[in-house]
Every structure is written in C-alpha cells, then in structure tokens.
C-alpha cells in the first residue's frame, strides 16, 4: 500500500512521462499545407485518458498545453508560445486537454474493453476536433464547410487507426500491470 505522498509522487511523475509522450507524439507528424498536421498527439491524449484516468489524464494534458504555452516547442513542428497556442491551430493542442478527460471519464462508466474503449475515445476525438474547428473558424473566418473540409474530414481514417491502437495498448497494458498505473 503506497502513503499518501509516495501516490502524488508517482501520480506527478506518471502526469509528466504523459505530457513528454504527448511532446513526443506531436512531433511524429505529417504537415498539412493549411497548417494542421496529422500527428500522434491525439493517441497520446487517448492513452493519457485511459491509462491515468479522467483527472491524471487531463493534468498531463494540462502541464503539456501549459510548457507549449510558455513557449517550450512540444507542439507538432517544434513549436511553442503564445503565438502557437493562439494561433489558428492552437484550438487543437487545448482540445487535447478534453480528449484525455471525456476518454477517462467515459472509460470509467463504459469499461475497459476494446469498443466501449474506442467509443470514449472518439468522444474524446470529437471534443477536440469541436474546439479545434470552433477557435480554427473564429481565427480564419471560414465557414464551417471549409474548415470541416480542411481541419476534420482529412484526419478522420488516421484518427480512427490512432484510436483503435491505444484502445488496444490499453488492453494490453492493463493485463500486464494488474494494478492499474494509478
């Protein structure tokens, strides 16, 4: 049984190997010519979710979007500071942050089975993929076609494959740490 400050310890350390697999993550991208790349950060936000629960989760998420804010370069591209989280994708790095907790949430009501998974997950996904779209079309001032046309449809098959992966890391990992990591 773990102390109370051993558990904050571990809890602290498992929120920031997170937000460094998220940096990580980020960086194994494909740039898209509109500025919104395809990249790993969103299974990252999933695993987050699902393996440290709604609130580890979504601190991990926030001390990510937080380095990124203060201008270290976690986000895709290497890039950072204010003019990267404010700028015209800076919508998605924030709904990373919703993905990890909806993920964790809804992983904690549905199970942890490959579907129910995978159905907290893409509410995780669509969260994000709302706000992004929302800040994207406030910057740009495009309508929603364009922006759906440009910021979600392009990104749909690799965040599914992204999706059905860490549903099944997840599984994986739970069979081999049978207590949980947190």
Known sequence: MQTSSTARVRHLVL?????????????????????????????????????????????????????????????????????????KTGGYAVGYILTALLTGLLARVLGR????????????????????????????HSPLETALTLCVLPYLPADALKIGLAALLTIQLDRRLPHGLV
């Open 15 to 87: 929120c920031a190997l997170f937000a460094a697999l998220t940096a990580v993550c980020s960086q194994i991208a494909i740039p898209m010519p509109w500025g919104v790349p395809i990249n790993l950060a969103v299974f990252a936000a999933c695993m987050a979710g699902s393996m440290l629960g709604p609130l580890w989760g979504t601190v991990s998420l926030v001390v990510y979007v937080a380095l990124a804010a203060i201008g270290v370069p976690v986000l895709a591209g290497f890039q950072g500071g204010p003019a990267a989280i404010f700028g």
């Open 113 to 140: 089975r490959f579907w129910p998974l995978c159905l907290s997950m893409a509410v995780g996904c669509l969260a994000c993929y709302a706000l992004g779209t929302q800040w994207f079309i406030i910057l740009t």
